[in-house]
């Protein structure tokens, strides 16, 4: 019997069995020789297996019917880790060698370069196909394949593909339209995406609202200076494919005779636009085979449907569908414990996945208070393996449902030097476009001369950023003011509302100077951030919003941990300095590195040692999916809203995908207190002990569903945080119910703490458990300099 890590247990905190979830090892490792097919066609047939063999390539049953199955229609569903890159690869061989296609009429479709060029090593190095054949055939992305066909029929325009170009062109857009920041441009593109993916144009967006009716303004001017300069992007380039086979039909003709047979990977990723133009290619014959796993169906957010894999007999009534169920990457306890996540989803083709590899190490659990508990937990963990010699850095994997969860795992390798790299996109949490405006009013409130603070702060009063600056700098050129922003009080063509809220906002800066940084959050999101950001989306609950509100309640549970506003700042300028001197040295090679990404990122990855983290209600499964039903965006098919069932089974798919990453061990964490509330343990492992999870489901629907249609509950969004770091709520009198009015001194009372014993950190920890008072000594959070016992007045 295996045994959890130290410190770890091996099973979740409230599991009600203690039978630990394993997978049935298959036969033989899972290599078997098949059975062999008669005929000259059987001798081509076996001679191409005995030469696999002699290169140590071993299929196993099902892996080798699906390579023999090479006429019409083929549903191969390939579990988690079970070789189907090695079935597509022996499959092309299989089309040459034995059948006798020509390789330039093998199509072989995948969604990443890295994917697709490794296929084409992998062929190239198959006895009998050299690197001649291999090159002949079109292994490709699809965006690739569609560039290279617009480009064969004389296109010309530049790929507008850079994500920082695209929102540079639509800020200035929106400047143009008298919307300066209007929106985000990242948001703006995901809704455009979101209709082109599903055969739609910008011409059909919704103009249901204000807010509907200016953004579709904004993208359809978007489409337009695209054309005015010649350029496509990413999209445009499926959506262009997709119209020439359309207005094309001897084009689309001489594709059908070149490729005999197509291939696609990772069908569970395909939207509708690129399945639309593989099924135009494949027809009539529809020699197509497609591999893919509907339990790994996470991109729904990019158009994905699991439905093309589960009614993909609907559509093509003589396919043969063969399933690959022997995982060949992890270890007995992680495969049973995938298995028994994954078999609670309904709307799904039933499959128990086999271990091919033994091992007795099992999955261990962890149960922490919070999520700094949490990060220091890990960073503590991984330091000691590979203080060892049992593991390199490299080997370690940290993932997260959402961005913001890095939070502060990321500081606890920053700040202790371990070499790690961020798959995101490579930004704290302080650096967000949403959390800037916070921390620059805070900045003000410190010194009301910070120029640099000032830009991000004009947006949120409807002014923009470059007209403000402007009449700013010169006005106080020739009148210097203590708080230069006081000058926007004489911005030619403000009306009366808008002076009320410059003075508004100049009270509001002043008070926050004496609050504790949470309270001084607060104060800003309840006095006008939080109905800000609202403005900004539609009228309804929507999935981004509550992303949104997820990031500034991470950003309050971080400031919990701190007592003034400049001992807050300092701490962030010192995360953002050190974070800004390795950032030129973070190539994407994960290298020696623990790697740090989202769940999504991690998909058709894997590594030795996996820690999930924030394994807990309300962030996996996701607040965004326990309200489902009343978020209007959560579903980007855009034929209706997503029910709470759809949204609750994407959930439980990622963190199949996450548990199915590790090859060894498996570290799931599920803190007690996320972003300062209760955190019950994730349903999907508790069900994976056989706990029934009605009840919890019930509590977290009513929890998190909100009020459907108008301001969301204030419970939900502005809700002052507790958390176990410093401060438990906001003090009495701070203005945090919404006024601008300065606060008031604070009620505060005595109680036992850890103190940084280092001068130059500022890091304190409430003591909350008698267990912790016995201790003799405890590292900071922070810095990891020792702290030490004593006693601070805390808000109340």
Known sequence: MGKATSGFENKP???????????????????????????????????????????????????????????????????????????????????????????????????????????????????????????????????????????????????????????????????????????????????????????????????????????????????????????????????????????????????????????????????????????????????LMVVGDDDQTIYSFNGARSEFILEFEKLYPRARVITLDINYRSVPAIVGLGNEVIRHNKMRRSKTLRAANGGALLPAYMRPDSADDEAQEVVDHIRREVAAGRREYGDFAILYRSSSSNRAVLEQLVMRDIPHIDYGDGRLLYEHWLVKPVLDHMRLSINRRDFDAMPSILPTLYIARDKGMDHIRKTDEGRPKKGPLVHLLTLPGLKDFQLDKIRQRLEVIRSLKGLVPAAAITQIRKSFYDAYIQAGEHSEQTSHREMLKEMLDELETSAGRFDSVVSFLAFVDDMLLRNQQTAAAKSQAQGNRVALMTIHKSKGLEFPAVFLIGASEGTLPHASA????????????????????????????????????????????????????????????????????????AAARAEFGGRRGGAPDPGRFGKVRSGRFGREGAPAGSGASGSAAPAAPPRTQSVPVWLCSSGSCVAWTRIMHSKDMMAAHKPCPLCGSPMKKGRKDVPV
């Open 13 to 287: 905190f409230g599991a009600s069995s203690g039978k630990v979830p394993r997978a049935e090892m298959a036969a033989g490792g899972g290599t078997q020789k098949g059975k062999g097919i008669g005929g000259q066609l059987g001798e081509l047939d076996a001679a191409y297996w005995r030469a696999m063999e002699q290169a140590g390539i071993n299929l196993n049953p099902a892996q080798i019917a699906a390579v023999r199955c090479t006429d019409g229609p083929l549903l191969t569903l390939a579990g988690a880790g079970s070789g189907k890159t090695s079935t597509l690869v022996c499959r092309t061989g299989y089309l040459i060698d034995v059948r006798g296609v020509d390789p330039s009429g093998i199509l072989l479709l995948t969604f990443s370069s890295k994917a697709a060029a490794e296929m084409r090593e992998r062929i190239a190095g198959l006895p009998g196909i050299g690197e001649y054949e291999a090159g002949r055939i079109q292994a490709r992305t699809f965006h690739s394949f569609c560039l290279w066909l617009l480009f064969s029929q004389g296109l010309q325009k530049e790929i507008f593909g850079d994500a920082r170009r695209q929102h540079i062109q639509l800020q200035q857009l929106m400047r143009e339209l008298s919307l300066p920041d209007a929106y985000p441009p990242e948001n703006l593109l995901a809704l455009l995406s979101s209709y082109k993916v599903n055969l739609m144009t910008a011409e059909q967006l919704p103009e249901k609202t204000e807010t509907d009716r200016q953004m579709k303004r904004i993208l359809l001017r978007y489409e337009a200076w695209k054309i005015e300069n010649g350029k496509i992007d990413f999209d445009d380039v499926l959506t262009g494919a997709y119209a020439l086979l359309q207005e094309r039909p001897e084009l689309l003709e001489r594709l059908r005779r070149r490729f005999t047979h197509l291939m696609i990977d990772e069908f569970q990723d395909t939207n509708l636009l690129q399945y639309e133009i593989v099924k135009m290619i494949a027809a009539p014959r529809n020699n």
């Open 626 to 697: 326990l309200g489902a039903d009343n978020l209007r965006d959560t579903r980007v098919g855009l034929e209706g809203e997503a029910s709470y069932a759809e949204a609750l089974e994407e959930e439980r798919r990622l963190a199949y995908v996450a548990v199915t990453r590790a090859k060894e061990q498996l570290f799931i964490s599920s803190p007690a207190v996320q972003r300062g509330k209760k955190a019950a343990v994730s349903r999907f492992l508790l069900s994976a002990f056989g706990q029934e999870t009605a009840a919890s489901d």
